[in-house]
Structure formats: structure tokens, C-alpha cells
């Protein structure tokens, strides 16, 4: 019986969905046998099974990046190696500042062995990801986190969106945005990338062929909430969205 749980969304793009959350760990090809593995997730059997299925590809991980700070976004298992482990230069300080914080939600879960490799990262010189692989654009923004970055592969047509734009979770703003102005600018940031991409992966969630749809769902709920309008979304049913509504609704109702 087969192990392999990455699936070919695309040539050249991989995807695994943990099953926590939806989360989603992608992997991109560069070609000439390198792997660059983005936010793997999640239990100890998930992460070890991402460079198993690498290896059934006949590939090796040159790189990672984690997409932001949360503590599910900066995993790694031994397996992957030792390996540069990009981040933006905001989410490399802060978690440089704050590792023992950042992680602690993730020792409830993982091996010792695990949470030592935990929050790692190395912070990227430019907007460019530094691999053999082709042009793959780095978009950075405040939204859902500071420093929070996508990755655009620009000849694959595929954005990595990291925790925006997700159809399961509703727009999930930085503890310190208060008025859902951040997370506005963070989407406006992301708006050319989403219309170039032909697929758009969430770091939980469902990939897309249809981004510009994501988008727009999220433009929709933040723009009623914003008018104290009555928000009719799907994902207002999903575990923990009326929690996080609610404080979307206070946000909105702050002074700007
Ligand atoms: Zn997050």
C-alpha cells in the first residue's frame, strides 16, 4: 500500500492536506531535483510522510518557508534536512524574539524531537525565492499576520496564500489590527497576484481554480461588515467562525 499523500495539483506543485484544520503543506519542483516544501503540517505520521512521498518523487528538499508566524506554519521534521528555511524579514524577528511562545501550542502535539525543529527560519533578502526553479514572486503584507508573505509561481500560475483567502475560514485579521484597515491593505496587496494566478492554494482549506472567486467572497464579507450590514457567508458555519465574527463585527464597529 502506498504512503504517498502528496497530490500533483499541477506540474510541479504538490499538495497534502493535514488533518487538522484543513491544512495544507505544498511543495514546489524546481526542476533539477529539488523541492521547496512550504508550511508542512501537521501531526508527527503527516510531517514524516512529506519527504517519504519526496522521495518516492525522486527529489530532495532544498528549501522551506513558512508563510507567517502561527505555530502550524513553522514545522519541519528532521527528514527534510537541514536546509535554509525562508520566512519574511518581519516573521524571521519575531519568531527569533518570541520562539518559545510561538511554538508552545505545538507541543501538545509534537515529538520532542519535532518541537526542537520547530521555528527555525532564516529571513529572505528580496522578493524573488531564492531556487533553481522558475521566477517565483514573494508578496509580503500585514494581514492575518505582520510580514505575512504568498508566493506567486509565476509560470505555473499558482499562488500559495498562506492563511488568507481561504473558503473554510473567514478573514482572520493580526491581533493588533483593530479596525480591519491592516487586513484591507494586506487583500489589496494580494489583488494583482490573485488575478494572475490560475489556481490559488489557502493554508487551509480547498485549492481553487477559480482565485478571483476567493477574493471577492472575503471583499464581500468585509464590506458588509464595514456598512453593519447583515453578512450572509458560508463559512459563518464552520467550527469557530462565530467567535471570530463576532470580534470581526467589533473591529468593524471601532473608530478608524
Ligand atoms: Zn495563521
Redesign the pocket.
Known amino acids: 500500500m502506498s504512503t504517498t499523500r502528496l497530490t500533483e495539483l499541477v506540474p510541479g506543485v504538490w499538495v497534502a492536506t493535514a488533518r487538522e484544520y484543513d491544512t495544507i503543506s505544498t511543495v514546489l519542483l524546481d526542476g533539477v531535483g529539488g523541492a521547496v516544501v512550504i508550511d508542512p503540517a501537521w501531526h508527527p505520521d503527516e510531517l514524516a510522510a512529506i519527504p517519504a512521498d519526496l522521495a518516492e518523487l525522486a527529489v530532495i528538499c532544498v528549501a522551506g518557508v513558512a ?4 505555530y ?2 513553522v514545522l519541519w521534521h528532521a527528514a527534510l534536512g537541514q536546509v535554509p528555511r525562508w520566512t519574511s524579514r518581519t516573521t524571521a524577528g519575531t519568531v527569533a524574539a518570541h520562539r518559545a511562545e510561538v511554538i508552545a501550542p505545538a507541543a501538545q502535539f509534537l515529538t520532542p524531537d519535532l518541537l526542537d525543529l520547530a521555528g527555525r527560519l532564516d529571513p529572505l533578502a528580496d522578493a524573488l525565492l531564492p531556487w533553481r526553479g522558475t521566477p517565483v514572486s514573494v508578496v509580503t503584507h500585514d494581514a ?2 505582520p510580514g ?1 508573505l504568498a508566493l506567486l509561481h509565476e509560470e505555473a500560475g499558482v499562488l500559495i496564500a ?2 488568507m483567502l481561504s473558503d473554510v475560514e473567514l478573514p ?1 485579521p493580526a491581533d493588533d489590527d483593530v479596525t480591519l484597515e491592516v487586513y484591507l491593505a494586506g487583500l489589496a496587496a494580494l489583488r494583482e497576484s490573485v488575478g494572475r494566478a490560475r489556481w490559488l492554494i489557502p ?1 487551509h482549506g480547498t485549492p481553487t481554480a477559480e482565485p478571483m472567486r476567493r477574493y471577492d467572497a472575503d471583499m464581500r464579507y468585509l464590506t458588509a461588515l464595514l456598512a453593519h450590514e447583515r453578512v450572509d457567508d458560508p463559512r459563518l458555519a464552520n467550527p469557530g467562525m462565530a467567535d471570530l465574527h463576532a470580534a470581526n463585527v467589533r473591529r468593524a464597529s471601532a473608530e478608524q
Do not use: K, L, P, V
Open positions: 508563510t507567517h508566524e502561527h502550524d506554519h492575518h499576520a505575512h498562506g492563511d482572520m493554508g
